[in-house]
């Protein structure tokens, strides 16, 4: 069986309100926190979405998009830097699993 | 909806539909809330209901055709990974084969919304029929309290009442922190990821490949290699036409190590075992979702307040101890035991500590508290680094000696398991390891 890539799986998940363009998220990170005193970086390596990522200069970036609600940036960050809510059922992003 | 609620239950999952079918059942008038578009939308496990509980809570839930259910489980497996090998320990009996099953796959998103056909059937058959309700896409963002009471919930501008709460929001547990039952932030420690992905087979090809018959089913554990050296394991369950394959890995210990979810899950599905097993599947979901460990220091002290009762995960229900990962079966005793709470509470008029404190009391001496506090021991020892690293490389190692025909003098297996012993362990290590399995068994 071919291994597949991130992106490949993520294609898979609905994600709700898709045709919004201007959707509330429902996490916010304050990467300045990330980016001055982290010594870790660790929400870079453990989201299962990949949603932080590190551009060339090594600087903590957040997308909010892939997010699957799994909560885990919200335990695995011990620098205070994430608020973590669930995302709105009208205004949100966020999941339906068809299988889960 | 202006009149009062006897309860409002936040969350239609395991626990909370449990709690609701209850109170329904109970003549209560309730309101359960859920703020995914339907209920299991938002929900993930691995996932098998152990224990016969469901059969109290739905008589004859296997005659239904279409219950939400997988397969019911005759067939265990344990299996240790080094790189190459696999070394299992396998059980299967027709004992398991009629209900009330002792075990039941299922995927949250079919299960859950089974379960809720329940709970509007209970309803609709109780004297509040019209005035019950299980609401969908609402988002309830916080308790409401007046002078130390909860009394109502907020979702958006509209606020209901009610002379009771249950929450069962699941392990991401904020409203619990709102309350003040637990802290507001939860570290790593006793926290674990879990990644799956739902890979679907020809029904004919999977029955064949997994020795099922009719509507029977397997689950099969994995530890070594499957995680990398980091703390935790692997699982493969069989649904009705595709498997449920993933990890659940340490938190603290995935981001001491610096290592990811996914690649982990690839390293896992590459093993040779692994792959042979899945070959000629199609990945049809990818999901994710954080479960507590079962480290009895992560419950909530207190799972009440004056107006309020939590339970399943958002009180971090769950538990592995090496026997099986229970969790929604705990889900559904306690969401049971809530409502039965609150029932009594409904009856004497009075929903303070005093009424309330004897959930707590029912739950601590239910097998749910039992086995948490009697297999700690278990828990901990699971934590062991040689759980995940030398034990398996020894097993797997003496596998390979023992196995395998030379065509010389035979050395007595005695001698292949000091030899693998000494390759991968020590003596001391496996005296410890034994101490500690015996202590928690």
Redesign the interface.
């Known amino acids: ?1 071919k ?2 890539t ?1 992106s ?3 294609s ?2 609905s994600y ?1 309100n898709q045709g919004l363009s201007d959707f509330q998220p429902h996490i916010r990170v304050d990467t300045e926190i990330c980016n001055s005193v982290c010594p ?1 970086h ?1 929400t870079t ?2 989201c ?3 949603c932080y990522t590190k551009d060339e200069q090594g600087l903590v970036h957040f997308q909010v998009e892939d997010c ?5 940036c ?3 960050c ?1 620098q ?1 830097a994430v608020t ?7 205004n949100g992003r ?7 | 909806m202006d009149d009062k609620f006897d309860c409002i239950v936040v969350g239609a999952g395991v626990a909370g539909l449990s709690a609701a079918l209850t109170l329904a059942r109970n003549n209560l008038k309730f309101l359960l809330i859920e703020k995914g578009k339907f209920p299991g939308s938002k929900n993930v496990s691995g996932g098998v209901l152990w224990g016969s509980d469901l059969a109290k809570l739905v008589p004859s839930y296997w005659e239904d055709p279409n219950a939400g259910w997988e397969r019911f489980i005759n067939h265990r497996r344990l299996t240790f990974l080094d790189k190459e090998s696999s070394f299992s320990i396998d059980f299967k009996s027709t004992h398991f084969n009629s209900p009330p099953y002792s075990g039941v796959v299922v995927l949250r998103s079919r299960f859950d919304r089974w379960l809720a056909d329940k709970v509007e059937q209970a309803i609709a058959e109780s004297d509040y029929a019209m005035d019950s309700f299980l609401a969908t896409n609402i988002l309830v963002e916080e308790l409401v309290e007046e002078q130390g009471k909860v009394v109502g919930i907020r979702a958006g501008n509209e606020t209901f009442y009610a002379d009771s709460v249950i929450l069962a929001e699941g392990v991401n547990n904020l409203l619990t922190r709102q309350a003040g039952l637990q802290s507001s932030y939860v570290p790593a420690d006793h926290i674990l990821t879990g990644v799956k992905e739902v890979i679907r087979f020809d029904r004919k090809q999977l029955e064949d490949r997994f020795q099922l018959n009719g509507l029977s089913g397997m689950s099969n554990e994995f530890v070594g290699y499957a995680t990398n050296g980091v703390e935790g394991g692997g699982f493969l369950y069989t649904n009705r036409d595709s498997i449920s394959l993933g990890l659940v890995l340490g938190l603290k210990d995935l981001r001491n190590k610096g290592q990811t979810p996914y690649d982990l899950l690839n390293h896992f599905k590459q093993h040779p075992v692994i792959s042979d097993t899945i070959r000629g599947g199609e990945i049809v979901e990818y999901s994710a979702h954080v479960v507590s460990s079962g480290d009895r220091r992560l419950i909530p002290e207190k799972l009440y307040k004056p107006g309020l009762l939590i339970c399943g995960e958002a009180a971090n229900l769950l538990m592995n101890a090496g026997r099986a990962i229970q969790g929604m079966d705990y889900a559904m005793r306690s969401g049971i035991m809530a409502a039965e709470t609150v029932v009594k509470a409904k009856g004497k008029g009075d929903f303070g500590n005093s009424t309330l404190k004897k959930y707590q009391e029912a739950l601590d001496e239910s097998y749910v508290m039992k086995d948490i506090r009697n297999f700690q021991d278990a828990v901990e020892l699971l934590h062991d680094p040689a759980i995940r690293e030398s034990i398996p490389n020894l097993i797997c190692d003496f596998g390979r000696n023992f196995f395998q025909i030379r065509n010389e003098p035979t050395r007595k297996a005695r001698h292949l398991f000091s030899q693998s012993v000494r390759r991968h362990s020590s003596w001391r290590e496996l005296l410890k390891i034994g101490f500690k399995g015996a202590k928690s068994m």
């Open positions: 069986m291994i597949a991130l490949e799986r993520l898979l998940v709700r870790h660790c390596y453990v299962p979405a990949n699957i609600e799994c909560g885990t919200m335990y695995a011990d205070g973590w809510e669930f995302p709105h059922p009208e966020g999941v339906t699993w068809n299988f889960g």
